[in-house]
């Protein structure tokens, strides 16, 4: 499904994702509409699925997380029930904030915060490890964050593809 963004359109997205704590009436303002169709242009673009939530941002240093590591992994053998079981079991690790699988060398490329090293090398040991299949794991360790994950670039384009679901 096509859905077609103007600037207008852009605009929300942008101060949404700066701000998602704004109201409809400061975003109508900002983008000089009133605030039912402002209203009405996010609601279009939730249903659509190109605001699939408004969050909170936490500080991962002030929660006690010094450590981010990047962690890739090979897994034995990938078939179908070998793959999906290794997710199962990544999914439930809660200090894993971020998992792709990828092409390259490794499988997969997990994202994982503790808080300090020796607590990284606990969650390694025990249980990054010790997942289903895993027959080599590499890591690197973050010295520095230059720039987060944290906004999307907005297409330039008029039309953008809506997500069949989250």
């Given at each position: 499904?096509?859905?077609?963004?103007?600037?207008?359109?852009?605009?929300?997205?942008?101060?949404?994702?700066r701000n998602a704590r704004?109201?409809?009436?400061?975003?109508?303002?900002?983008?000089?509409?009133?605030?039912?169709?402002?209203?009405?242009?996010?609601?279009?673009?939730?249903?659509?699925?190109?605001?699939?939530?408004?969050?909170?941002?936490?500080?991962?240093?002030?929660?006690?997380?010094?450590?981010?590591?990047?962690?890739?992994?090979?897994?034995?053998?990938?078939?179908?029930?070998?793959?999906?079981?290794?997710?199962?079991?990544?999914?439930?690790?809660?200090?894993?904030?971020?998992?792709?699988?990828?092409?390259?060398?490794?499988?997969?490329l997990l994202m994982v915060?503790?808080?300090?090293?020796?607590?990284?090398?606990?969650?390694?040991?025990?249980?990054?490890?010790?997942?289903?299949?895993?027959?080599?794991?590499?890591?690197?360790?973050?010295?520095?964050?230059?720039?987060?994950?944290?906004?999307?670039?907005?297409?330039?384009?008029?039309?953008?593809?809506?997500?069949?679901?989250?």
């Amino acid at each position: 499904m096509k859905i077609d963004l103007d600037d207008v359109d852009r605009q929300l997205l942008g101060a949404l994702q700066r701000n998602a704590r704004q109201t409809t009436g400061e975003l109508a303002q900002m983008t000089g509409l009133s605030q039912s169709p402002c209203w009405r242009r996010i609601r279009r673009m939730e249903e659509a699925g190109l605001i699939q939530g408004y969050h909170a941002r936490l500080s991962r240093s002030a929660l006690g997380y010094g450590v981010v590591a990047f962690v890739s992994v090979s897994i034995d053998f990938q078939t179908e029930a070998r793959s999906a079981e290794f997710v199962e079991a990544v999914r439930a690790i809660p200090e894993v904030v971020m998992f792709h699988g990828v092409t390259g060398l490794a499988d997969f490329l997990l994202m994982v915060v503790a808080e300090d090293l020796e607590d990284f090398s606990r969650l390694l040991q025990r249980k990054l490890h010790r997942l289903p299949g895993v027959k080599q794991v590499q890591s690197s360790i973050s010295l520095q964050e230059f720039k987060r994950f944290d906004d999307l670039p907005l297409p330039a384009k008029a039309a953008v593809n809506a997500p069949a679901g989250p």
